[in-house]
């Protein structure tokens, strides 16, 4: 028998049903909450609903412990300062856990160490919770979080339940996700997907206390030392302990969104992607559906709000990280974006990079170890000028001035935002059916060999373009420097199974019954000799658009073959205004990709071994035939 609960509700919310003993939850959840206060040893309970008043009640609770500071300048917008050792995703604490090893990774040649995801034992992942969870929550309120990926009415959507100990994380979830009573109501009727009454994934989480010793940050705990976070694709489970922050604590979104939503979508027949969404009318009014794959902090929120330069263009905004996608009926490819809100980079955010975003975030935000100024408003690098008078207050609460050392805001500080705020919101960014997608993009930070775009030759080498993806380190994990990583499909660290899978997964989606969409790589990020961009990226990038959406309608004499793929013939790329080496920034260096070539075959292989797929092996051999007779 557990300990005794006591349940909060929001004062002045009423619940549509009555829901205010835990006994009258639907039986899974009861079972779930039951077992995890058992667990746990939190001191109170309280079921979310949703409401603007439970929120104003959180947010009074978060301001009382510090944890956020008002931002007066904004309407209803917080900033929080995080412990400075809880400051990213932790890559090498992130476990998939299943029955056998090979469901959830590769298993690399020889003695090669495995890059695309760590697996843990279910036997281990028990103990793992054993020495971190029992009374992690002792004198912490529970919250019970109910959440679904997607809008309520989509058959595309999926239901989850977060239970947390951070009243942080519930107001970002609020953002992120769609939470509440309506979620609640809908766990008592069958899922979509045939899993039966009251199905739903499991995401528990705590920020910890440390094993020893009292809490270093007390206004934002958390136990950095034994974080870890495990994920049962098998169970739809996930378990987050010791980290605060976004992609580590928000479960919805990389844990349930990508790795266990890859591996459902696995099961089920369609696809869970690291992408944005964005809607593109031409001039002539034909307006098109894209999805882009970029690394973290590669530009995808970026994008996603672009403001187009060249004149008739309109770009709209449908999600700006995580897709869910699959073929209809009809053989058309079709995506919704499962978040409710944007967690967006705040570094390098301006009214001449992203004025959509700036036009987004200064209401209704929870703002992340940015910079503070002295008459109550937001600073981080990149941002605008400051106005004389105005002193900073770094993302650690220390003076700051432009002369410091350090940053003003932390390298992956963010913004928290509604996606319904978005100026330029796509107005079926919530349809239920989602949106029609007409090509994919790849892309990541190269500065060197890659041109601006290419067009893969058709599917499968589109699929072999997207394993072959690389990217500079960014701050969005823990990797120290600018190395360049390998990056595929920008899901090297949200692969919910064995990455050979995957891409035999994709591969079986082309089949005579559907249009498969052209793939496309782009880079933003090509340097020339004295180490400066070759192109203007952010609005210009509207360019690449315009030069793709020709290549969708099949208009003659637009593109060229190389061996890497198609790039766009000189008249068919308007460069018009813009002073840049257009040869430069469209060279496919044929020793560069050689070595690249080599590279990447050499990773496939060591890594992917038996689970490469042939189809993909055989792209490998045509690229080297190819580069050698050009
Ligand atoms: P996650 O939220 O981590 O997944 O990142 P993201 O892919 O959404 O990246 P985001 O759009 O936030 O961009 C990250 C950084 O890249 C920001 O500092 C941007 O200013 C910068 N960036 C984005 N687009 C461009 C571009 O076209 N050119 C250049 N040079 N920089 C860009
Ligand atoms: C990313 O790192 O890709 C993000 C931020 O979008 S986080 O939610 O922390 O994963
Ligand atoms: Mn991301």
């Known amino acids: 028998c557990g300990p005794k609960v006591h349940l909060q509700w929001a004062s002045g919310s009423q619940p549509v049903r009555k829901l205010s003993v835990v006994s009258l939850l639907p039986n899974k959840l009861k079972d779930f909450i039951e077992e995890s206060v058992r667990l746990c040893r939190p001191s109170n309970l309280h079921v979310c609903d949703g409401s603007d008043a439970e929120n104003a009640m959180l947010i009074e609770r978060l301001l009382e412990n510090h944890t956020i500071v008002p931002l007066p300048k904004y309407k209803n917008c917080f900033l929080a300062r995080s412990s400075p050792r809880d400051v990213a995703r932790v890559e090498s604490r992130t476990f998939i856990c299943t029955k056998n090893k090979r469901d959830a990774v590769n298993v690399p040649r020889g003695s090669t160490k495995g890059m695309l995801g760590n697996w843990m034992s279910l036997e281990d992942a028990d103990r793992a919770v054993a020495e971190r969870f029992p009374g992690c929550m002792e004198g912490r309120t529970m919250y019970v979080i109910p959440f679904s990926m997607g809008p309520l009415d989509s058959p595309y959507s999926k239901l989850g339940v977060q239970l947390t100990d951070s009243a942080y994380v519930v107001c970002s979830m609020r953002i992120m996700t769609r939470i509440g009573t309506k979620v609640l109501e809908k766990l008592d009727s069958p899922d979509d997907s045939g899993n039966g009454v009251g199905y739903f994934v499991k995401a528990l989480h705590s920020v910890g206390h440390p094993a020893d010793g009292p809490v270093q940050h007390p206004h934002w705990p958390c136990d950095p030392d034994r974080t870890i976070i495990l994920h049962k694709p098998e169970m739809d489970e996930i378990i987050s302990y010791g980290s605060g922050y976004g992609g580590n604590s928000l479960l919805g979104k990389k844990c349930f969104a990508l790795r266990i939503g890859s591996s459902i979508a696995h099961r089920e027949g369609w696809l869970a992607e690291h992408m944005l969404i964005l809607g593109v009318t031409n001039p002539k009014g034909r307006k098109r559906y894209v999805v882009a794959a970029f690394p973290s902090a590669c530009g995808k929120t970026n994008m996603a709000m672009m403001r187009p330069t060249l004149p008739?263009?309109?770009?709209?905004?449908?999600?700006?990280?995580?897709?869910?996608?699959?073929?209809?009926?009809?053989?058309?490819?079709?995506?919704?974006?499962?978040?409710?809100?944007?967690f967006g980079v705040a570094p390098g955010t301006s009214r001449t990079t992203n004025p959509v975003a700036m036009d987004t975030v200064f209401e209704n935000t929870i703002f992340t170890n940015v910079a503070q100024t002295s008459d109550g408003g937001v600073y981080w690098e990149g941002m605008d000028k400051l106005e004389p008078g105005v002193t900073i207050t770094d993302w650690q609460g220390n003076p700051w001035t432009p002369g410091s050392s350090t940053p003003a805001a932390h390298p992956n500080s963010r913004f928290c935002t509604p996606a319904e705020q978005c100026p330029i919101i796509d107005a079926d960014w919530q349809s239920p059916d989602g949106v029609p997608i007409d090509a994919i993009l790849f892309g990541g930070r190269r500065p060197s060999g890659v041109p601006l775009v290419y067009e893969a030759f058709d599917w499968k080498h589109g699929v072999y373009v997207g394993a072959s993806m690389k990217s500079e380190a960014t701050a969005a994990a823990e990797h120290k420097g600018k190395e360049?990583?390998?990056?595929?499909?920008?899901?090297?660290?949200?692969?919910?199974?064995?990455?050979?899978?995957?891409?035999?997964?994709?591969?079986?989606?082309?089949?005579?019954?559907?249009?498969?969409?052209?793939?496309?790589?782009?880079?933003?990020?090509?340097?020339?000799?004295?180490?400066?961009y070759m192109w203007p990226g952010?609005?210009?990038?509207?360019?690449?658009?315009?030069?793709?959406?020709?290549?969708?309608?099949?208009?003659?004499?637009?593109a060229q073959p190389t061996p890497i793929g198609y790039v766009p013939t000189r008249e068919s790329f308007d460069v018009h205004g813009l002073n840049i080496d257009f040869d430069g920034l469209f060279s496919v260096p044929i020793d560069f990709w050689t070595e690249e070539a080599k590279e990447v075959a050499n990773f496939l292989n060591e890594q992917v071994d038996e689970d490469l797929p042939k189809d993909v092996q055989d792209q490998i051999d045509s690229l080297f035939r190819r580069l050698s007779s050009p």
């Open 538 to 558: 952010y609005g210009e990038n509207c360019r690449v658009l315009d030069w793709i959406l020709r290549r969708i309608d099949n208009e003659p004499l637009t």
């Open 312 to 342: 008739g263009y309109k770009v709209e905004c449908v999600g700006d990280d995580i897709v869910w996608m699959r073929f209809d009926r009809n053989g058309q490819l079709r995506a919704i974006n499962p978040e409710f809100g944007f």
């Open 484 to 532: 360049i990583m390998h990056d595929p499909f920008a899901m090297r660290p949200f692969f919910g199974y064995n990455f050979g899978h995957y891409l035999q997964h994709w591969l079986s989606m082309e089949t005579p019954n559907v249009k498969v969409p052209k793939v496309f790589h782009v880079n933003w990020f090509r340097k020339d000799d004295q180490g400066k």
